[in-house]
């Protein structure tokens, strides 16, 4: 087990331009979660998947941005034409959740996207 | 509508000095409850959890936080800190569903 990975650690990119950020979550978990993180705020949820299942999407994830789980492992973040306003911290993190269990997500060390 | 207010920006103690690290939520009902540190530069790490039972909990790094139902507050609290601990702090909390609500974090600092 080697904890939540994000892939890359940074991208900077130009207004206008396409990214795609990768999570590999912890290879048991079943669920996988997407966070956005601005300069002093706290983790916003984005999106989460059960499986390979997106079964919620908050209102923030607008239509440029598009998350897959293809095979119920790792998970993509995709934003198309990315604006300044998309410059943040994107936090990958998964848990294991069964019925009746109680269950913590294990988060990755984050993507930082610079829109220039 | 749901949240999570850590009202301290930031903080700063002495080393050795006691901490705490105040939270309040507002929900329905009792929400399952979460305090997360973050170091530049890592990832999210769990210090603690309540999700019922013992309103006292213990976490690691010698951190523990209390419960209170009557204030809707779920304090962190460390007898002393160390100059490691310097981090910034989230108060996070579900419903035990998909959706964890943090708080804006509270950023320590420790001075010699």
């Known amino acids: 087990d080697t904890g939540v990975s994000q892939d890359p650690r940074h991208k900077i990119t130009k207004r206008g331009q396409n990214v795609t950020f990768r999570c590999d979550p912890i290879s048991e978990h079943n669920r996988l979660y997407w966070y956005r993180q601005t300069l002093g705020q706290g983790p916003e949820f984005l999106t989460y998947?059960?499986?390979?299942?997106?079964?919620?999407k908050s209102r923030l994830l607008s239509d440029r941005f598009s998350a897959e789980r293809p095979k119920g492992s790792f998970s993509t973040l995709e934003i198309q034409r990315t604006e300044q306003g998309d410059s943040a911290m994107y936090l990958c993190?998964?848990?294991?959740?069964?019925?009746?269990?109680?269950?913590?997500?294990?988060f990755g060390p984050g993507t930082r996207l610079t829109v220039t | 509508a749901q949240s999570v207010t850590q009202p301290d920006i930031h903080i700063t103690v002495s080393e050795g000095a006691s901490l705490e690290l105040r939270c309040n939520y507002s929900?329905?009902?009792?929400?399952?409850l979460f305090w997360y540190v973050q170091s530049p530069g890592q990832g999210l790490q769990l210090l603690l959890k309540?999700?019922?039972?013992?309103?006292l909990v213990q976490g690691i790094k010698g951190f523990e936080a209390e419960f209170k139902r009557s204030q809707s507050s779920f304090n962190l609290r460390k007898p002393s800190v160390h100059w490691s601990d310097a981090a910034e702090y989230f108060c996070a909390a579900d419903t035990g569903g998909f959706k964890t609500i943090f708080g804006a974090g509270t950023r320590l600092f420790v001075k010699a």
């Open positions: 309540y999700f019922s039972g013992d309103t």
């Open positions: 929900y329905g009902a009792t929400p399952y």
């Open positions: 993190a998964s848990s294991f959740e069964t019925s009746g269990n109680s269950y913590e997500q294990y």
């Open positions: 998947f059960q499986n390979e299942a997106q079964l919620e």
